[in-house]
Each structure stands twice: as C-alpha cells, then as structure tokens.
C-alpha cells in the first residue's frame, strides 16, 4: 500500500523526469539546476575571498562574473523555454480570463515598473556617482557591513550600476519567470504557492552574502 502511495505521488513521479526530452528541456532542467544549487555555493565562494580582504581587483571580478553567469543563464532560460513563457502569466500555466480581454493591462503595469526601476535605483546610482566621484566610499550607517561589496573608485561604480541594471533585469527572468514556471509545470508540477515561496527562498540563497540582515 505505501509503495503504491509512494509511486502514485505526482512530486515522486516528476523526480525520475529530470534530464529527459530534447535540448531544450535538459537546458532547462540545467539552469534550474543551477540556480537551486551551483549558485549559492559560487556566490558563497566567490564572495569569501572579497569579505576576508576587499580589493579592487578582488571587486572588479566579482562584478563582471556576476554579470556575466547572470546573462548566460537568463539567454539559456529563454532559449529553452521561450520568452513569452517567462514574461505572461499563460505561458507559466495560469489562467486568469478578465487579464485575457484586457491585454493593456500589461503594457501599463511594465511601463510603470520600468518608470520605478528608473526613478528608485539607476537614478540615484548614477546621481551620487557623479556628486561624489571622488570620494571613496558613499554608504550610510547600514550599509557599512557590505563595504566589501560596494564600489570605491569611478570606475567601480561604472560595473556598480552595469551590475544592478543586469541583475534587476535577469533576477527577475530568472527567479520570477523562469524557476517559478519550471517550479509549478515541470517536472515537480508543485502547486502555484509553494512555487512563489520556493522561487522566493532560492532568490535569498543567492544574497546570503549580504548576511542574515541583507
């Protein structure tokens, strides 16, 4: 009877569907992959060194890998699953008939998000960047923890900004889009909710080196 209970569960049965079909589904079980596991154990190694003792160069590094693993996994996750299934609520399996009669509605909320985006983060970077480009750290009081972390020299803050506009880009294809639709369809088929929530938890694994706080 448990063996029967066991085999008949749908979370068990999409286990043994991991690394089967064609390209595109492997790619996708492989970014998954990725972003459950080999990203927060890289992030957690790659960010030791820069903590124990913070350089330029140990920053620059940081950055532009960061930029670069965030790219590549967002272009595998769109290649393998479409960019329309990352970016509308159908293409991640769920219905909602009265968004389908109003499509606009879209259109309206990006444009929105995209003004925030704008006003809340890049702006800012860029404005302090230029008031105060010749001094070496900018932080406040709560930001003194991740001073490892935070550029100091003009050129540091060029990646800075090249790195918060990639990772407001790809994080959200990637945690939001991509891993909460592989969550919910494939091969786990998990329930809507707890997809947020795990999608949601993976995210927090890839920040651990801003500390418990960050």
Request: hydrophobic share 55%; charged share 15%.
């Amino acid at each position: 009877m448990l063996i029967e209970m066991v085999g008949s569960s749908p979370l068990l049965a999409g286990v043994g569907g991991f690394f089967r079909g064609g390209p595109e589904r492997i790619a996708a079980d492989l970014v998954a992959l990725f972003l459950v596991v080999v990203g927060p154990v890289w992030d957690y190694v790659e960010s030791r060194p820069l903590r124990a003792a913070p350089s330029r160069a140990l920053r620059m590094r940081y950055y532009v890998r960061t930029i670069v693993w965030l790219w590549v996994a967002t272009g595998a996750a769109v290649w393998a699953v479409g960019f329309s299934s990352l970016m509308t609520l159908r293409g991640i399996g769920i219905q909602v008939e009265w968004l389908k009669r109003y499509g606009w509605v879209w259109w309206v909320l990006a444009v929105l998000l995209a003004a925030i985006v704008m006003v809340q983060l890049v702006l800012p970077v860029l404005q302090v960047s230029m008031k105060y480009r010749d001094r070496e750290f900018l932080e406040p009081k709560q930001l003194v923890p991740l001073r490892f972390f935070l550029p100091a020299t003009p050129n540091e803050r060029g990646w800075f900004v090249v790195l918060c506009v990639t990772a407001g880009i790809c994080e959200e294809v990637l945690f939001r889009g991509f891993l909460m639709r592989y969550l919910y369809t494939s091969p786990l088929q998990l329930g809507l909710l707890p997809a947020i929530a795990v999608a949601a938890m993976v995210f927090g694994t890839h920040h651990f080196y801003q500390g418990v706080k960050g």
